[in-house]
């Protein structure tokens, strides 16, 4: 029970940035809406800069975000191939070195 709660406030967390994406994103088209019906204004264009830079904040944030949970997931699961790609390495290594004729 106790891992359902720490799962569900992960939960709650992420999906309040999923939010802030949303928010940013809808007032930004509302802007763009009005300088497109009323025309262009000093304010609306102001308007319009602050909620771009709050979208991109929240994006870059996101992207951080997913960023981090990667390294977090490779360094707890590992790369399940290394093994392989080693072995393949080492036989690509190793009939380079080997001198298959002698000739003089």
């Known amino acids: 029970m106790f891992i359902l709660i720490e799962n569900l ?8 940035y999923w ?3 949303k928010v940013a994103a809808s007032n930004t ?5 009005q300088i497109s019906t009323i025309g262009f204004s ?5 308007q319009e800069k602050l909620a771009k830079i709050k979208f ?8 951080e975000f997913r960023q981090e949970n990667a390294k977090v997931k ?3 699961e ?4 290394t093994r392989y790609f080693h072995k393949i390495a080492k036989v690509r290594c190793g009939t380079k070195k080997k001198i298959t004729s002698l000739s003089w």
């Open 9 to 16: 406030k992960l939960l709650k967390n992420n999906l309040k």
């Open 19 to 21: 939010n802030k994406i």
């Open 29 to 33: 088209e509302s802007i763009q809406t």
């Open 42 to 46: 000093d304010s609306l264009m102001d």
């Open 56 to 63: 991109h904040e929240a994006v870059k944030f996101e992207e």
């Open 74 to 76: 490779w360094h707890m």
């Open 78 to 81: 590992g790369d399940r191939n």
